[in-house]
C-alpha cells in the first residue's frame, strides 16, 4: 500500500506542474466557447432580449443564498457557508430528510465503492465506519449526523421540489420556482448531484412486463425473489451490488449485459473494535489511513485515466489485476470471455467486488449477452444473429421479477443542471450546453448564469472521490461570496476571457486522457455526452482540483459593485 502512497505524490507534483504550462490552444475544430463560438469568431455575446435597465435600488430577497440538494454537496456547501460566517441561506429539498442519494438508494447490498476514509469530509471523519467501504445506512446516517453537527436544521427546507430557477436581470435576483411556491435570493447553487435523474431503458414494451418491475434507484423493499425467475437489466455499479445479494435465493437469474465493466477486487474487511477506539482516542491514526486510501483511491480510480498517453503502464498495470481476479473468479471459459471488457480501463467507470463476478458459478445464473429485442407480458426476448449467416434467432426469457439496474442519465438537457436554469436572456442552460457543448469555467462557472454555480458540474469530477469534489466545490463557492461580500457587490459572473482560457486548458489535456482513445467510443458510459466529449471527467487530479480551487483568480469575475446605501449589504 506504501508505494502507491508514494506514486499518488509523484503524480500529484506532476500535476501541479502540469496545472502551470497549459498555454497552448486545442485545435480550432474542438474549441468552442460558452457562447457556441470558435477561435476567432467575434468576442461579442449573442443578440439576446434587452433587459431593462437595473433599478436604482435592489429589491430585498427571502435570502441570501438558496442551495438546492440536501445530499453531501448541500451539506457540505452549508457547513463552509457558516465557517464563513454567512447565515442567511436556505437548502431545498424534496426529499424528506438529508443524505441525498443515500437516501433514496436502499436495495440490497448498496454500499459506497471508495473506501470509507476517503468518502468522507476530510474535516468530519467518522471513527465508527463498520467496514473498509460502509454499507449505505452508514453513509445516510453519515449525513444526518453532519447535518445535526453543524446545525443545518433551521436552514433546511425539506419536501419541496424545485421546479425550476430563473434570473431576473433588472434587479439581479433568482426566482427559485418550488411545487409550495417562490423564493427569492441574490445567489443560487446548484448542489444536486448528477445522480439523481433516474434512467429508464428505453426499450419497446416495457410497459407491457406483467410481472413485478423495480428500479435500483427507488427500490421497493416489499419485492420478494425466493424461488423466483429474476432478471436484471445492466452490468454497472448497482447490478454489481444487488446481483450477488438476490442470486442465492433465485429460482433462476439472468443478468442482460450490454457493456462488461471492468471489475477491482475490493478488501472489505471489518473494521475491528480496537481500530475504531484508536481513531475515536487518536484521530491523528484514521488520518494517516485516509493518506493510504486516498492514495490508492487516486491511483486506480483517477491516475491512469488522467495520464493514459504520458504513463500507459498504470492503466495496463490495473487492467492485469483485473482480468487476474476475473480469471480467478469465474469457472466457465465462455462466461470469462464474454464478460471481459473491450475498451481500455476509465473509459467508464469501473467499481470494486469480491462477489459479482464468482456469482455466474452459481448454476441457476445465466450472464445473457445477446441483444434485448423488445419486452412482453412474459419477460424479455433477445435476439442472437449468427455471424456467420446473418440469421436470426429470438429466445424469451421468462420472468417473474425485472430489477432494473440502468442507472442515471448524465450530460443531456434535464439532468445537468437537475432542473431547467434560465439564465441571461432566459438562455437554459442544460438545453444550451446539449445543443452547444457542455462547458464550465472550473467545473463550477458559467458566463450565461450570474451569481450561480453548479456543483457536480460539467468538468468538474476529479480525484479520489465525489468528496473531493464537494469540498473543492464549496471552497470555490466560498471565497468567491467572501470576494463578493468584501467589494460589496451584489452580482458576480465570471468573465468570457477566463472561461474561454479554462476551457481551452481542459480540451488541451483531454487529449491526453483515457477519454480520447478510440476504445472508449464501444464502452456506453455516461462520461460521454453526444458531441463524443467527456465532459463529465475534469482531466486534472486530485491534488490539482485541490490546488485550483484554492488558487483561482478571484479576478476571473466581473463583479457589480452597488452604491452606498442602497440595499443592504448581502452574506450576512
Not at 417562490?182 to 407491457?208: E, K, M, Q, S
Not at 473543492?472 to 460589496?488: M, Q
Amino acid at each position: 500500500m506504501c508505494r502507491y502512497y508514494y506514486v499518488n505524490l509523484s503524480l500529484g507534483l506532476m500535476a501541479l506542474l502540469a496545472e502551470d504550462g497549459l498555454a497552448m490552444t486545442p485545435t480550432e475544430a474542438t474549441l468552442t466557447d460558452a457562447r457556441g463560438r470558435g477561435p476567432g469568431e467575434s468576442a461579442e455575446p449573442p443578440t439576446r432580449p434587452a433587459a431593462s435597465p437595473e433599478r436604482a435600488v435592489l429589491r430585498e430577497v427571502d435570502h441570501d443564498i438558496v442551495v438546492v440538494g440536501a445530499g453531501f454537496s448541500g451539506i457540505g456547501l452549508g457547513i463552509q457557508l457558516k465557517k464563513a460566517g454567512m447565515h442567511d441561506f436556505v437548502i431545498i429539498d424534496a426529499a424528506d430528510g438529508v443524505g441525498g442519494v443515500w437516501r433514496h438508494n436502499v436495495y440490497p447490498g448498496i454500499a459506497v465503492d471508495i473506501p470509507s476514509t476517503t468518502y468522507s469530509y476530510s474535516f468530519e471523519p467518522n471513527p465508527d465506519w463498520s467496514k473498509l467501504f460502509a454499507p449505505g445506512a452508514e453513509l445516510r446516517a453519515y449525513a444526518e449526523h453532519c447535518a445535526e453537527k453543524y446545525g443545518l436544521a433551521a436552514h433546511l427546507r425539506l419536501r419541496t421540489k424545485v421546479v425550476s430557477a430563473e434570473f431576473d436581470e433588472i434587479d439581479s435576483v433568482w426566482l427559485v420556482h418550488t411545487d409550495a411556491g417562490t423564493v427569492t435570493a441574490r445567489f443560487l447553487v446548484a448542489a444536486v448531484g448528477p445522480l439523481d435523474n433516474v434512467r429508464y431503458p428505453d426499450i419497446p414494451g416495457i410497459g407491457d412486463f406483467a410481472g413485478t418491475m423495480v428500479h435500483t434507484a427507488r427500490w421497493d423493499d416489499s419485492v420478494r425473489f425466493d424461488g423466483k425467475r429474476v432478471g436484471v437489466i445492466g452490468t454497472g455499479a448497482s447490478a454489481l451490488q444487488v446481483v450477488p445479494e438476490i442470486a442465492p435465493r433465485t429460482a433462476h437469474l439472468d443478468v442482460f449485459q450490454r457493456t462488461p465493466i471492468w471489475v477491482i477486487p475490493k478488501p472489505n474487511s471489518s473494521v475491528p473494535p480496537v481500530a475504531r477506539a484508536l481513531f475515536r482516542a487518536f484521530p491523528p491514526a484514521q488520518r494517516a489511513l485516509r493518506l493510504v486510501t486516498d492514495a490508492v483511491a487516486e491511483f486506480i480510480m483517477t491516475a491512469g485515466a488522467v495520464y493514459h498517453t504520458r504513463l500507459p503502464f498504470l492503466v495496463r498495470s490495473v487492467e492485469r489485476t483485473c482480468l487476474r481476479h476475473l480469471e480467478r473468479q469465474v469457472d466457465d471459459p465462455d462466461t470469462r470471455r464474454r464478460l471481459t471488457p473491450h475498451y481500455a480501463f476509465g473509459c467508464k467507470r469501473p467499481s470494486f467486488s469480491s462477489t459479482y463476478l464468482r456469482t455466474y458459478n452459481l448454476a441457476q445464473v445465466d450472464l445473457v449477452t445477446d441483444r434485448i429485442d423488445r419486452i412482453t407480458e412474459q419477460g424479455i426476448v433477445t435476439v442472437h444473429v449468427d455471424p456467420d449467416t446473418g440469421d436470426r434467432t429470438e429466445s424469451l426469457h421468462e420472468l417473474d421479477v425485472l430489477v432494473l439496474a440502468t442507472g442515471f442519465s448524465t450530460l443531456q438537457a434535464g439532468a445537468m443542471p437537475a432542473f431547467p436554469v434560465h439564465g441571461l436572456g432566459g438562455v437554459e442552460l442544460g438545453a444550451y450546453w446539449e445543443a452547444n457543448r457542455y462547458q464550465n469555467y472550473q467545473g463550477i462557472s458559467t458566463p450565461l448564469a450570474p451569481n450561480f454555480w453548479l456543483m457536480n458540474g460539467p468538468w468538474s469530477v476529479a480525484g479520489s472521490s465525489w468528496f473531493s469534489v464537494i469540498e473543492s466545490g464549496s471552497r470555490h463557492i466560498v471565497r468567491t461570496l467572501g470576494e463578493i461580500r468584501r467589494r460589496g457587490a451584489y452580482r458576480a459572473a465570471v468573465k468570457q476571457t477566463a472561461h474561454d482560457r479554462y476551457m481551452s486548458s481542459m480540451y488541451k489535456k483531454v487529449r491526453h486522457t483515457v477519454f480520447s482513445q478510440p476504445s472508449c467510443a464501444t464502452a456506453n458510459s455516461y462520461y460521454f455526452d453526444r458531441h463524443g466529449d467527456a465532459p463529465f471527467v475534469r482531466p486534472v487530479s486530485g491534488p490539482a482540483l485541490w490546488w485550483a480551487s484554492k488558487t483561482f483568480d478571484l479576478d476571473d469575475y466581473d463583479y457589480r459593485i452597488a452604491p452606498v446605501g442602497l440595499y443592504r449589504s448581502p452574506l450576512r
